[in-house]
């Protein structure tokens, strides 16, 4: 899910940005340091929107760095369990498969995939039904259900299940 | 014992009538002072013995006597006042006898016993062949006495019954019930060892007969104590009267149950495990020792089941065996466990019926009074041979069981937690149960008493606390949780459920992304994560390890009691799972190879893989041992992330800065300037043969130095500076050259030659330069190109195309089958000067060809190079190409490259070996190498995404790469440029320049009056001086 919150963070500055663009410096850094980061409680920051507040800045002894305190407004995107996802397939393996949405990375075991599909190998190794109708393969889109997540430091793991009503495959590149 | 029994017969007849005076004064005293315990005996009885003399003299007597006796005597005292009880009791003369012929036949007994003390199962079959002739009078008798004794029992506990029993007991009367001090006491007496039942049957036996005479309470053996049954009595006295004659009962040893323990003789009860059908066990001893076997039929009475178990047969045993033939027993034999083939049998000529078992009805294949269905091995065992406790059958073991098409064996399962371990449950935990009326109810633990939890159902309605038994629940998981394995083979592995199948979890790990299969009860909830173990041993998960058989392999998982190792096996990934003492030691040598391209790969590297089943991946290089990486890649699922390939099918990316330091690459500094794989250099070296695996100077530390021996290297300093030739051999610190130059052999310090060594015939094909320009390093030795390429190449492709690697392929290769001469009187490998300033001094022989002034003085050690060609080592190359360098040839300005030597060449340089030409060049080389090579405000081309264009350096980033304004005057867009990205437009004549490199003058700015072959005549603007410079460190200036 979507979030858009507000933040905080300690930036610190080298005293070579001070000047006139000191603040656009501050923004920029700001973005370069914290977009596509992740944080376990709120799940990745996917874009700063805005600046709320920018604080004193705080001169640093022995290096001459400016800390700031700055508050921004960011989108974040957060998996939960039990959320429903639209993923990419970027890897199809006999234990199941892993799906990426965006930046979290989403593994469906395949005992969460509906027993009527079995695992192909070969050149393209995919999930199919017995009658050929539907195929999880590299590059699919599937909407999930995710049911666990795991939260490290850098990033956010998932798995997630196709065995519900609704859930599947909703675009096969393959058909296209 | 039976010369006991005599002497005893012998003293009874002395003694017997003092004893039968003493009889009734001393019962009276010891009623009186009751409860005082046996260790009073003597004291007790002292006033009632008449005669102390007597006594004295009946003591010493029995000296031997008390010498048979226990350890447990106190004192002598004590065992005296025993045996005198024991005659006393054993007046009866009937009784003597009879005890005297049971003696008899108990010492038989006994021996056979002791035989078969090794098998319980024996053993019992034993007791039930001798139960029934004890066991059966007493049913058979009238039921008249049956009825008495019931009065009597009735007369005897009826009253308290009724007294105690008829209220609600509270807690105040059930310590009521403890007993007392005024309470009969438990006496322990010691019987033959699997005889306990007997012997109680036996007192009960003896009770009827005798009734009141005998004034013991109670007889009580205990299956879980050996060698020992419980009388209840006021008195030892009495006792030993009931223990009289009984064959089983060594009646001198009687011990009183102190008060407090009382209650805990009988209340072991719930040690005793019932075993079910379908409950999972464990043979103890035989051939089945440590099987796992599962119940299929239950005897309470004879302590006996039925298992199902896994053959061990050998078959072809039991067909000798059943024919009569000899069997060779071989001791230490236990065959596998296999599921017996009945066809396999009949063709072994083993004679198999197949009939209908007596009780059960089902159909059963007979061999040898061996009992099979369905391959199983149907086995009638004593209880007490086998293991009912937290039995724990592994995975692999169930599944063998399940084998003829059971379909789920769920119901077995769940009898598996029915003998599991205590306090397993926590406050908290999520259960379910799994039996009962209240099956399937989740919950959470609340509380956990004795052996019922006390649990928080999830239904709303329910009572806010349940109690329920342990067994009926089952800890409760579903999908998504993160867990942790605390126990069983995958102990200490974490991961997330993906399925719950009853009472199996199946988990994804949170390391290797594989299933592990555990059961509920092994898991806990956590948010923990881990790999599980990681380490037996010396040995941790990523080691690289020699195994026994000297092969090698990194260890990729840590099981219970094995590691699997991923071997060093290229062509395919190869698996295998040893056990710890199979693993001869950990290789922890830190060791560099080179890649395809000749870099250095280093531990932590990260190299992109070429060839091989793992081709297109990348990762770093974990280990490194004889040529064979082995490359971690995170997002490679298989082997825990790791591959095995040859370093020969690998090319390093990026590389860590270490690493360039290693080969001495300044411009390492740069991340984007990493070493230049020196592919098109040195395409001409392979005559000379030596190995691939001979790397640079560098890059043998610590390896030994076998691979230095045999290539060609150059002394870079002391006398012999400059010099090239082979090496014959390492000696320590020194090595033995043989110069080319001279035809002598030298000893030199190891840290004074640097070696450029030759490069494998395969290297030469053309396509590796394609390959090579993929590669994402590939950009990154264009910087370095303009060290070299002028020096060759300016003077014919001024254009600066000649950089590029593909280019240069194109360059080069019409010239190979020429050039090679020309190559080996340069450097041989012009990579390594490029890359090290050290190499600089030596390095000018290429100078000369580019020198425009051959009177220069440049030639000095050309001349030694020239001389070389006539060396028998340097190939037959020579021989065929008309190398147009020779002096000898001085004319021959059309070869195909002669070009950029145009101008120096045929002069007459190798004549001319002054030195001073070295002097002057070098500070300016030396300088070149130490700054960033562009400088602001150069005009550039830009290369990016198949498009040209030019601009200008506005400024150099800390990172290596440029920000460049587009356009020749620096006014378009403004870009950030890697440094491979970029390079220099060559000045031409009369154009403003900037100084790139060579020392002081860097940064000037001057201006180009004339280009000699690869150098350029530069008047610098600050002091007017004219300079003769490299044309490579000139950059021409952008116009403002």
């Not at chain 1, 639209?86 to 949405?101: L, S």
């Not at chain 2, 190409?881 to 145009?902: F, H, I, K």
Request: glycine share 10%.
């Amino acid at each position: 899910m979507f979030f858009h919150i507000v933040l905080e963070r300690n930036m610190q500055l080298h005293p070579r940005y001070f000047g006139r663009n000191l603040r656009d410096n501050l923004v920029s850094k700001l973005m370069k340091d914290v977009e596509g980061t992740c944080s376990g409680r709120h799940g990745f920051v996917v874009a700063v929107t805005g600046i709320e507040n920018i604080g004193k800045g705080i001169i640093r002894d022995g290096t001459g760095f400016v800390t700031f305190p700055v508050k921004y407004q960011c989108v974040v995107f957060r998996p939960f369990k039990g959320e429903i996802l639209e993923a990419v397939v970027t890897m199809v393996n006999k234990m199941g498969f892993f799906a990426e949405a965006g930046p979290v990375q989403i593994f469906v075991s395949n005992h969460l995939i509906p027993d009527d599909m079995e695992f192909q190998t070969g050149d393209m190794p995919n999930y199919t039904t017995s009658d050929g109708s539907v195929k999880i393969q590299k590059d699919s889109e599937v909407r999930l259900k995710i049911i666990g997540t795991r939260v490290d430091a850098t990033e956010i793991f998932c798995i997630g299940t196709i065995k519900d009503d609704f859930l599947g495959v909703i675009n096969d590149p393959a058909t296209v | 014992m039976s010369r006991r029994g005599m002497d005893r017969d012998d003293e009874d007849d002395e003694e017997y009538e003092e004893q039968v005076e003493d009889f009734d004064e001393e019962e009276a005293e010891e009623e009186e002072e009751r409860g005082g315990g046996g260790g009073g005996g003597k004291k007790r009885r002292r006033p009632s013995f008449i005669d102390d003399d007597a006594e004295e003299v009946d003591e010493d007597e029995e000296e031997d006597e008390e010498d048979y006796d226990d350890d447990d005597y106190d004192g002598g005292g004590k065992g005296s006042s025993r045996k005198r009880q024991y005659r006393k009791v054993s007046a009866s003369n009937f009784f003597d006898e009879e005890a005297a012929v049971d003696s008899d036949e108990e010492e038989e007994e006994e021996e056979v016993e002791d035989g078969f003390i090794v098998g319980p199962d024996v053993q019992d079959e034993d007791d039930n062949r001798g139960r029934p002739r004890h066991r059966q009078p007493p049913h058979q008798e009238d039921h008249e006495d049956l009825e008495e004794m019931a009065r009597r029992i009735q007369e005897r506990y009826g009253k308290q019954r009724l007294a105690e029993y008829d209220e609600e007991t509270t807690d105040v009367e059930q310590q009521a019930l403890l007993p007392s001090v005024r309470d009969p006491k438990l006496w322990m007496v010691k019987c033959a060892i699997g005889r306990e039942r007997e012997t109680a049957v036996c007192l009960m036996q003896k009770y009827i007969d005798k009734g009141s005479e005998l004034q013991i309470r109670s007889a009580i053996a205990l299956d879980h104590l050996k060698n020992y049954i419980y009388v209840e009595a006021d008195k030892e006295a009495h006792v030993r009267e009931a223990c009289k004659g009984l064959r089983n009962i060594f009646g001198q040893k009687i011990t009183l149950v102190p008060i407090r323990e009382m209650t805990d003789v009988l209340s072991v009860e719930s040690k005793a495990i019932d075993l079910a059908r379908d409950t999972w066990v464990r043979m103890k001893i035989g051939t089945y020792k440590g099987d796992l076997a599962k119940v299929v039929d239950v005897d309470n009475v004879r302590q006996r089941v039925r298992v199902k178990l896994i053959p061990r047969i050998d078959l072809q045993a039991l067909a000798n065996k059943l024919e009569g033939r000899e069997v060779v027993k071989k001791k230490a034999f236990v065959p596998p466990p296999r599921f017996m083939n009945v066809e396999e049998a009949r063709e072994l000529h083993i004679r198999v019926e197949h009939r209908r078992d007596a009780t059960g009805g089902e159909r059963f294949d007979t061999i040898g009074g061996m009992m099979f269905k369905d391959g199983f091995l149907y086995k009638s065992v004593s209880i007490k041979s086998l293991y009912s406790q937290n039995i724990k059958p592994t995975f692999d073991e169930l599944e063998k069981f399940r084998k003829p098409g059971e379909t789920g064996d769920v119901a077995s399962l769940s009898t598996l937690f029915a003998n599991r371990k205590k306090g397993h449950f926590m406050k908290g935990d999520a259960v379910i149960v799994i039996k009962g009326d209240l099956k399937n109810l989740k919950g959470w633990v609340e509380k956990v008493d004795e052996d019922n939890v006390h649990i928080r159902p999830e239904m709303k309605d329910l009572p806010k606390t349940l109690a329920v038994n342990e067994k009926e629940l089952c800890k409760y998981f579903e999908p998504g949780n993160h867990v942790k394995v605390v126990s069983g083979a995958q102990e200490g592995a974490t991961g997330m459920v993906v399925k719950v199948e009853q009472h199996v979890l199946i988990l994804i790990s949170d390391t290797t992304k594989e299933h592990i299969r555990a059961f509920a009860d092994d898991v806990v909830e956590s948010s923990e994560v881990t790999t599980g173990v990681t380490k037996i041993g010396d040995y941790e998960l990523r080691d690289l390890v020699l195994l026994d058989n000297s092969s090698f392999g990194v260890i990729i998982r840590v099981e219970s009691e094995a590691f699997q190792v991923l071997k060093g096996v290229t062509d395919r990934p190869e698996v295998v799972l040893v056990k710890l003492r199979e693993i001869k030691c950990k290789l922890e040598k830190k060791i560099n190879v080179q890649d395809k391209f000749r870099n250095t790969v280093s531990s932590k590297d990260v190299v992109r893989i070429l060839e091989g089943p793992c081709k297109g991946n990348q990762g770093s290089v974990e280990h490194i041992y004889r040529g064979v990486l082995f490359v971690f890649d995170r997002h490679h699922l298989e082997h825990a992330g790791f591959m095995c390939v040859k370093a020969q099918s690998c090319v390093v990316v990026g590389g860590s800065r270490s690493n360039s330091d290693r080969n001495g690459d300044v411009h390492s500094r740069f991340p984007g300037l990493r070493t230049p794989p020196r592919i098109p250099q040195s395409p001409h070296r392979f005559s000379r043969g030596g190995p691939p695996s001979a790397g640079g100077r560098h890059n043998r530390g610590g390896r030994g130095h076998d691979g230095l021996t045999g290539a060609t290297v150059k002394v870079r300093q002391g006398s012999y500076k400059g010099y090239r030739g082979r090496v014959i051999e390492v000696k320590g610190s020194f090595v033995r050259v043989e110069l080319e130059s001279q035809m002598k052999v030298v000893t030199v310090d190891r840290n004074h030659i640097s070696d450029n060594v030759a490069v494998t015939p395969q290297r030469e094909t053309s396509s590796r330069y394609g390959m090579g320009s993929e590669t994402p390093m590939h950009p990154s030795r264009t910087p370095l190109h303009p060290y070299m390429t002028p020096m060759r190449d300016a003077g014919a492709t001024p254009i600066h195309d000649g950089m590029r690697t593909p280019m240069r392929d194109r360059a080069w290769n019409p010239y190979a089958p020429m050039s090679p001469p020309r190559d080996n009187w340069e450097d041989g490998n012009p990579g390594s000067w490029g890359a090290s300033p050290q190499y600089q001094p030596g390095s000018p022989p290429s100078r000369p060809y580019e020198a425009p002034t051959p009177g220069a003085g440049w030639a000095s050690t050309p001349g030694g190079n020239y001389s070389e060609a006539g060396t028998p080592r340097d190939s037959s190359a020579y021989a065929n190409a008309p190398s147009p360098y020779l002096p000898s040839t001085p004319g021959q300005p059309m070869t195909p490259n002669s070009a950029s030597y145009l101008p120096g060449t045929p002069g007459g340089q190798p004549m001319t070996p002054g030195t001073g030409g070295l002097d002057i060049m070098s500070p300016v080389l030396g300088g070149d190498n130490e700054g960033p090579w562009f400088m602001p405000d150069i005009l550039v081309n830009v290369h990016r995404a198949g498009e040209e264009s030019v601009g200008v350096i506005k400024e150099v980033l800390p990172d290596g790469s440029y920000r460049v304004a587009l356009g020749s005057n620096g006014n378009g867009e403004t870009i950030s440029a890697l440094s491979n990205e970029v390079e220099a437009v060559v000045p031409r004549k009369s154009d403003k320049i900037k100084i790139m490199g060579g020392g002081t003058l860097r940064g000037s700015t001057g201006k180009l009056i004339g280009v000699d072959g690869t150098d350029g005549i530069v008047k610098v603007d600050d002091t007017l001086d004219v300079k003769i410079l490299d044309l490579v460190i000139l950059a021409k200036l952008a116009q403002p």
